[in-house]
């Protein structure tokens, strides 16, 4: 299929690219598209805030390779409230509880070795343990306030403690973007992730792991900025007009 014949997509959001067919993500995350904290813009706008040439965009998100059949992948967007919030729970929270202690550890080890010749190490194992310090309680929140709290209005229930549902879902956006600025730091005192030539396994490994955080931290975010929180606020909204 020629970008001609979809050229609508420009105007698609990110979000709903995304939610079509999740191997976009990765494409798009090669092209420096943020479709994390911004998934509600349109792939041309995204395109110009990113200095990413439209025609390939939109020659990505019409490739065979992006838009293969997925059918065994958990078709998210279409989830039930309370199975969406199960689905994230137990893919990118459970990967997170396992991975960042993983990434402390590894990270710790690669500045003791290499930390003397790669001083951005020091800065790199700064961040990885700012984004445990920032991640850890955050995962809790969402899992002892606000997903609890969804999982109340998804029964049809409401007033809360905080009052609306919209107080808790604003202040974890907010930490979202925190979360997003380290990732972006990171990967610029990386260079993009590279590896020296004197690099050691353990060394490729962080940088490998660190990749996958922030590609998986994306997508997580996506996940509820786009779709979880948007249909909560919306269904808040409906009970109180009953």
């Known amino acids: 299929m020629s970008v001609g014949t979809d050229s609508n997509l420009g105007g698609t959001t990110l979000a709903h690219l995304i939610a079509g067919r999740p191997a976009l993500a990765a494409e798009f995350e090669r092209l420096g598209l943020d479709f994390c904290c911004h998934g509600d813009r349109t792939l041309a706008e995204a395109c110009e805030a990113a200095g990413v040439p439209l025609v390939k965009a939109l020659d990505t998100a019409m490739a065979d390779g992006s838009w293969q059949d997925e059918a065994s992948v958990v078709n998210w967007p279409q989830l039930r409230l309370v199975d969406l919030i199960d689905h994230i729970e137990d893919v990118h929270h459970r990967y997170l509880h396992m991975e960042l202690p993983w990434l402390i550890a590894l990270s710790s080890k690669v500045l003791s070795v290499h930390g003397e010749r790669h001083p951005e190490l020091e800065r790199v194992d700064e961040i990885v343990s700012t984004l445990r310090e920032e991640i850890v309680p955050h995962l809790a929140k969402e899992e002892r306030v606000l997903f609890p ?16 549902v919209s107080a808790p879902i604003a202040v974890m956006m907010n930490e979202h973007e925190s979360v997003g600025d380290l990732l972006r730091q990171v990967r610029e005192v990386t260079s993009g992730y590279a590896v020296p030539a004197d690099g050691c396994q353990s060394y490729r490994r962080l940088y490998e792991r660190l990749t996958a ?30």
């Open 149 to 164: 709290a969804i999982r109340e209005l998804a029964a049809g229930h409401t007033g809360f403690a905080f009052g609306s």
């Open 213 to 242: 955080l922030e590609s998986d931290t994306h997508v997580h975010v996506l996940k509820e900025h786009s779709f979880l929180f948007p249909r909560a606020v919306e269904l808040e909204a409906a009970l109180a007009t009953r």
